[in-house]
């Protein structure tokens, strides 16, 4: 099993930045493909990044150019970061891990955008 804990969230202005983090414990973090998702209020949760194992990343088209996913297998933390954010961007943010072992979620944090 993995367990993962996200950090990072918290309000910003639009046009700022955060910068998530994914801690992993539990397996062998290489192993993952690693996501993230987002879920705003009253919507479905959708994806916003993955990074494979190999290091290969796609993001959704709503995100592209301004969010970057990043991995550290060494210290077992996946990455997001965001920059020049909308209001649009509000959301619970959750890291995902996915493998032969399974899929598994964070708790999820929240992130504000807001003037």
């Known amino acids: 099993q993995v367990q993962l804990v996200e950090s990072g969230g918290g309000l910003v202005q639009p046009g700022g930045s955060l910068r998530l983090s994914c801690a992993a414990s539990?397996?062998?973090?290489?192993?993952?493909?690693m996501g993230w998702f987002r879920q705003a209020s009253g919507k479905q949760r959708e994806l916003v990044a993955i990074?494979?194992?190999?290091?290969?990343?796609n993001y959704a088209d709503s995100v592209k150019g301004r969010f970057t996913i990043s991995r550290d297998n060494a210290k077992n933390t996946a990455y997001l970061q965001m920059n020049s954010l909308k209001p649009e961007d509000t959301a619970v943010y959750y890291c995902?891990?996915?493998?032969?072992?399974?899929?598994?979620w964070g708790q999820g944090t929240q992130g504000t955008v807001s003037s």
């Open positions: 995902n891990a996915g493998g032969l072992e399974g899929v598994y």
């Open positions: 539990g397996s062998i973090f290489s192993r993952y493909a």
């Open positions: 990074i494979t194992r190999g290091g290969s990343t």
